[in-house]
């Protein structure tokens, strides 16, 4: 008889997980095609308050997190001003630094991580440049450490890297060869999480024609 509640007990308690489960992802998925689809901050600011509310009631998932951090840095990637940009920015790394707490060793974080660093340092470059880039180097070397396949740790490192070249005034083509394995990693990705992160690939290619030669002119 304790045999069969027992077994009913798991049985409930299995269910109640899977029905969890569910919810969340489902609630996951909706919002994290809104965040990819928005255009606007207003919509940038809709989808990172519905990622915080679903943070604040899961509590040992990272991913509310992550695309709250997500959704910040597309609105100050849209900032001009520079007071209205850092404070998007430092909600971006409260929110990213959460979820590395949450899965401290998640490669994706790290990307997200490095994002934030490297756009920090264009809120004034001439003292920021040396701190941040060395940040955001480490960030993206740390990402590829845990999983050398993620594209966008490659496609935002090639990013930093031409900039950093381009600054020097020296040679981009080791930031040309990182964006084509960013590209490569990029077409044969394979992921069967749906909620897992898929964005970037618009860098890398906007990255590409960066990189064509430019061409002579007629003589």
Known sequence: MKKTNLLILLIFVTSLTRATDNKFSQAMIKNIELVYQATTSEEFQHAVNVFDRIASAE?????????????????????????????????????????????????????????????????????????????????????LTLNPENPRALALMAQLEFGTAQFFKTSTTEACNTNSQALEKFSSQKNDNPIAPVWGKNVAEEMKTRCLPSPQKEK
């Open 59 to 143: 509590k040992t998932r990272w991913e509310p997190y992550y695309y709250s951090s997500y959704g910040n840095m597309m609105m100050a990637l849209r900032e001009n001003d520079a007071s209205k940009k850092g404070k998007y920015l430092d909600l971006a790394l409260e929110a990213v630094q959460k979820a590395k707490a949450l899965k401290p060793d998640e490669s994706e974080i790290f990307v997200m991580e490095g994002f934030v660093y490297m756009i920090s340092l264009t809120v004034d470059p001439a003292t920021r440049a040396q701190q941040f880039s060395g940040m955001a180097f480490d960030s993206y070397h740390k990402a």
